[in-house]
């Protein structure tokens, strides 16, 4: 494969539509390989943006802002990279010949959990608990009492927890309902219903394809608050008959979807019975953990992909990430992150972003050992003397 230079008439570009500390990692991985990244959000400063060599502050919900981006920096690969962006943008460009990584109907269905779970258990035949869709609070207290409690409620379009909730019985719907109209990144017309499912674990596998071939990374485990990682560490001890049976789920859904880039398959584990949960076509959260576990991150690896460069990498220790969450608003955000964490078993990554707000992801502790266990002791005892202000 031919290489160039950025900022030159042959340069290859990596637009990216989201710009935050996910994106900011892919960013410092494309340029490595030399590629001219454009870094598109909302809001000005985003983490990415920081680090491209261009940015873009639009409304990534309006097709025609979009279309017009990219009409005027012809990018080579188009990187969705959260979910609240015009899909008929998506739609229009790869009409127009420019890729968009996975592809359009990938990000179609992944950004709205009736698309994903509707093709991962109706058409694909995936394994996943029961569920309902609603469009009205008596709507969701009837199927809350067909699937039992406790249940999971969901919008159908959001991300990182928001609008999530669990409820225990009828008088939490109406509280339930206003949370997720209230919180939800996107639409929230239409809510998911979910039964509980009380697993054992929780897996993000992982998976990379390049068009030739499908890697897997080790298991992560994790644990969510409210709906968000708050820790992830791998490898996640797993039978291997069911890792095997995982890894038959991520290379079904990554298939069905198809395009190139790595994804976040999120899947539930009770006894020797796997669930499909949810995938994002990108990097994922709890996949931070791979900046100190592996010698080339899930960002390195989304790049190789996209590139349809070959994916061989190998794992390097066990270890573990605690994501530091801001716990008031400022304007102008400062950490305060002591000196002994900058360790020789430990990285420390400050996302920079420009605004803090309550429970808003600012940094990530990351924390090496002999085993995930002991990598998730040292994040967690780290990340708790960090305070901000």
Known sequence: ???SSPLRHNARRMLLLGAGEL?????IEAQRLGLEVIA????EGAPAMQVAHRAHVIDMRDADTVLEVIRREQPDWILPEIEA????ALFAAEAKGFTVIPNAEAVNKTMNRKHIRQFAAETLGLKTGAYRFVRSEAELAQAAAELGWPCVVKPVMSSSGHGQSVIHSAD???KAWQFAQADARGDASELIVEAFIDFDYEITLLTARNGRETVFCAPIGHIQQDGDYIFSWQPHPMEDSVLAQAQQIARTITDGLGGRGIFGVELFVKGDEVYFSEVSPRPHDTGMVTLITQNKSEFALHV???LGLPLDF???TPGASAAYKASGHSSAP??????NLFSADGLVRVFGKPVSHCGRRMAVVLAQAETAEAALEKARARVAPISDH
């Open 172 to 174: 939490e719907v109406g």
């Open 23 to 27: 994106g900011k990692e892919v960013a």
């Open 40 to 43: 598109v959000d909302r809001y």
């Open 85 to 88: 962006i015009s899909i008929e």
């Open 314 to 316: 190998t794992f390097m």
């Open 1 to 3: 494969m031919q290489f």
């Open 334 to 339: 400062v950490l305060d992150i002591p000196e």
């Open 304 to 306: 190789q992909a996209v």
